[in-house]
């Protein structure tokens, strides 16, 4: 199975109109035509969202049915990305560098089953942007102008893995409760003081704890800054809606890097710091200490689903910089460049006061 960056777009759809191309408008649930104003509404399916039984599919895995892709690899970047119809040139959306077109290949990915339509409009994004730009401490004056200067945002859905499981767990381990005493020592000056110190009273524990893990969201893209990309979440995941084409209509969608079983794993280790913590609470007392731990897993469940964000890369200074809004919350995260003369006068300026103030402390 192919695991790189893919961008899908679905088929176009045409006006029943003027024939124009119709586009999908975020916060609504209809494709609107740009030329003659003709809305056409998207029949979202009242079906449940599907959930996978991850260990039956995994065995099947390799005879699932798949989505084939005719994809154009970024020679820069390494993004794979689908092109629509006659276009002759387009530029990487993920670090801003031209595309050679004439270098496709064909992939095959699992189609989604879900995903949150986008909400905030592109204006509402750059807005959303330009407004956390002027927040940033040490960044260029000029920032905002290279940001501008770029001009539009692309929407792209990016690929998520969700995972239920219900746990199990058994643990050993101690408890620590602290009690304090008073003790004598000789001080300093050699003379008998008293004083309180708090020591520590383990007791050897065992238990039980268990959870029901819904929805642990694993994103399984690498095209973006993970530390950014986390700091998007929340996301409303009570609001997917199956997977329907016609949302992407005027979007792009980009398919896992990260492929199902990794996902699982990094599901599991994300599980485990919050078992952890179940243990110690289990536990009890002031300190905790774990020895051992043992869980077993059931009932997992997974989802590939799509989740909405702006996305823009820019130039400055010859260095590609990259930043996303959260296509349902407006939330913006990104990569910035720092001024080096702000932060140089900055430190100049800290300096010039302490000596001030040392000059003063010491002749006045």
């Known amino acids: 199975m192919n695991e790189k960056n893919i961008q899908a777009n679905p088929n176009k759809i045409k006006c029943t109109k003027c024939g124009a191309m119709l586009s999908f408008v975020p916060g609504t649930t209809s494709l609107t035509c740009e030329y003659c104003g003709n809305v056409n509404p998207i029949e ?8 996978i039984a991850y260990e039956e599919f995994i065995r099947t895995v390799d005879t699932a049915p798949k989505l084939e892709l005719t994809v154009v690899e970024c020679q820069s970047c390494g993004a794979t990305t689908t ?7 387009e530029t990487c959306d993920f670090c ?9 290949q064909t992939a095959q990915i ?3 089953k879900s995903l949150l339509p986008f909400k905030i409009a592109e204006k509402e ?10 927040k940033l401490w040490w960044a260029p004056n000029n920032l905002s102008k290279a940001a501008r200067r770029n001009g539009k945002l692309s929407g792209i859905y990016i690929p998520y893995w969700t995972f239920d499981a219900q746990t199990s767990t058994t643990y050993s381990g101690q ?3 602290d009690y304090r005493e008073t003790e004598r020592y000789t001080n300093s000056e050699g003379k008998e003081a008293t004083r309180t110190v708090t020591k520590t009273r383990w007791t050897s524990v065992s238990g039980y704890v268990s959870r029901f893990f819904n929805d642990m969201l694993i994103v399984a893209s690498k095209s973006l800054p993970e530390k950014h990309i986390d700091k998007l979440e929340p996301w409303d995941l009570q609001n997917l809606v199956p997977y329907d084409k016609q949302f992407l209509v005027g979007f ?3 398919t896992y890097q990260t492929d199902l079983e990794t996902g699982y794993n990094e599901a599991q280790y994300k599980m485990e710091v919050i078992i952890d913590s179940d243990i110690r609470s289990d536990i009890g007392g002031d ?19 799509l989740l909405p964000i702006w996305l823009s890369a820019y130039r400055y200074n010859d260095k590609v910089y990259r930043f996303m809004v959260n296509g349902r919350t407006g939330e913006v995260q990104g990569e910035r460049p720092y001024s080096w003369i702000k932060i140089t006068l900055a430190i100049l300026a800290v300096i010039a006061i302490f000596a001030a103030i040392y000059y003063y402390s010491e002749y006045y």
């Open 125 to 134: 994004g750059m807005d959303a942007y330009l407004k956390w730009l002027k």
């Open 287 to 305: 300190r905790q200490q774990v020895t051992s731990s043992n869980t077993s897993y059931s009932s997992i469940y997974f989802k590939h689903i």
């Open 96 to 104: 801003a560098t031209p595309l050679v077109l004439d270098q496709t």
């Open 110 to 112: 699992i189609e989604p």
């Open 175 to 177: 408890r620590g409760d």
């Open 83 to 89: 092109l629509d119809e006659g276009v002759v040139a």
């Open 252 to 254: 792009k969608a980009e």
């Open 44 to 51: 979202i399916s009242q079906e449940k969202i599907e959930e």
